[in-house]
C-alpha cells in the first residue's frame, strides 16, 4: 500500500465517522490537531480507525500533534509499522 492511498482512506474515515462530513475533503498537510479539527476525545477515535484498517499498533505516547498532526504524518507512521 502506497503513502497516497492511506492518506486517502484515513481522511475519508475522518471525514465520515469522526466529522459526520462525507463532503469534507481532508488534504494531506492539513492540521488535524493544532487547528482543533480533531479534538483529543476523536483523536482515540482516529487511533482505533488506524489500527483497525492498517492492522498496527499505536501507543498512547503516541497521540500527539507530533505524531497525528497530518494526514501525512500519520501515513508515514502507518508505513513504518507495517
Same mark, same amino acid.
Not at 68 to 74: G, I, M, P, T
Given at each position: ?25 481532508? @488534504?494531506? /498537510?492539513?492540521? *488535524? ?9 476523536? +483523536?482515540? #477515535? $482516529?487511533? =482505533? ?5 492498517y492492522?498496527?499498533? @499505536?501507543? /498512547?505516547?503516541? *497521540?500527539?500533534a ?7 504524518? +500519520?501515513? #508515514? $507512521?502507518? =508505513?513504518?509499522?507495517?
Amino acid at each position: 500500500m502506497d503513502k497516497n492511498t492511506i492518506i486517502t482512506q484515513v481522511g475519508q474515515k475522518i471525514a465520515t465517522q469522526i466529522l459526520d462530513d462525507p463532503h469534507r475533503t481532508i @488534504i494531506a /498537510d492539513e492540521s *488535524l490537531i493544532s487547528s482543533g479539527l480533531i479534538d483529543s476525545f476523536s +483523536l482515540v #477515535d $482516529l487511533a =482505533l480507525i488506524v489500527e483497525e484498517l492498517y492492522d498496527v499498533q @499505536i501507543d /498512547d505516547a503516541e *497521540l500527539t500533534a507530533d505524531t497525528f498532526d497530518s494526514l501525512s504524518q +500519520l501515513a #508515514d $507512521l502507518i =508505513l513504518a509499522r507495517q
